[in-house]
């Protein structure tokens, strides 16, 4: 069966410092990978989303940048993390482009 | 691009009664439409989904929804609500194979 991890589960970090977030998937192959961000009473901002290795597609402009140096990985970044990135990180897998499979999610917060 | 409007934020329902929730998408063409569910310190998960064929559909938990083209809508309904129904329900509609686009939510509180 499929799973899907990420890590760390809660994160607090200066302004300023760099950020990685790291989500993995087993048990499926080239699944489409997605980050969001979920804000209280805002719900569900996709940030970026990936078809396939090295191909990354961003929907908003931000601070954050995303990768996929794997086939099963999908990182989210920052170089310099901002007081309004703070929040909900989601990572999910959907293949074929159906139904999405979430992970826990990292919680971030920036002091 | 596509939106995705669910008009209530927070609804507030004794067991037992009746559940219906608003969804409305702006997108003239073809959709697969989704709810997903997340619980209390629970991951995010597919409640139901609506790809062509029959526009009532059945999920888990005697959930339902109807999609009507004609109003683009996708309404998520439950005859009867119970207390573990408690959760935020999420309305999502996707039209290319890339991505789907999210409502922001609707809060569930059933009082038993």
């Known amino acids: 069966s499929q799973t899907i991890h990420q890590w760390p589960a809660t994160l607090v970090q200066p302004v300023g410092s760099p950020l990685s977030l790291e989500c993995t998937v087993e048990?499926?192959?080239?699944?489409?990978l997605y980050w969001y961000r979920q804000a209280a009473g805002r719900g569900l901002q996709l940030l970026f989303y990936?078809?396939?290795?090295?191909?990354i597609s961003s929907e908003v402009p931000q601070n954050l940048s995303a990768s996929r140096p794997q086939d099963r990985q999908f990182i989210l970044s920052s170089k310099k993390l901002l007081l309004s990135d703070s929040g909900f990180y989601l990572c999910?897998?959907?293949?074929?482009?159906?139904?999405?499979?979430f992970g826990p999610g990292t919680r971030l917060l920036v002091l | 691009a596509q939106s995705v409007s669910q008009h209530n934020h927070h609804v507030i329902l004794s067991e037992a009664a009746s559940l219906e929730l608003g969804c409305n998408y702006s997108?003239?063409?073809?959709?697969?439409l989704f709810w997903y569910v997340q619980y209390p310190g629970q991951h995010l998960q597919l409640l139901l989904k609506?790809?062509?064929?029959?526009?009532l559909v059945k999920g888990i938990k005697g959930f339902e929804a109807e999609f009507i083209k004609s109003k683009f809508s996708f309404n998520l309904r439950k005859p009867s609500v119970q207390w573990s129904d408690t959760a935020e329900y999420f309305c999502?509609?996707?039209?290319?194979?890339?991505?789907?686009?999210f409502g922001d939510g609707t809060t569930l509180t059933v009082k038993p």
């Open positions: 999910a897998w959907a293949q074929g482009g159906e139904t999405q499979y």
């Open positions: 048990g499926t192959s080239n699944p489409n």
């Open positions: 997108y003239g063409g073809t959709v697969n």
């Open positions: 999502a509609v996707k039209v290319n194979a890339g991505k789907s686009t």
């Open positions: 609506y790809f062509s064929g029959d526009p």
């Open positions: 990936s078809v396939g290795i090295g191909q």
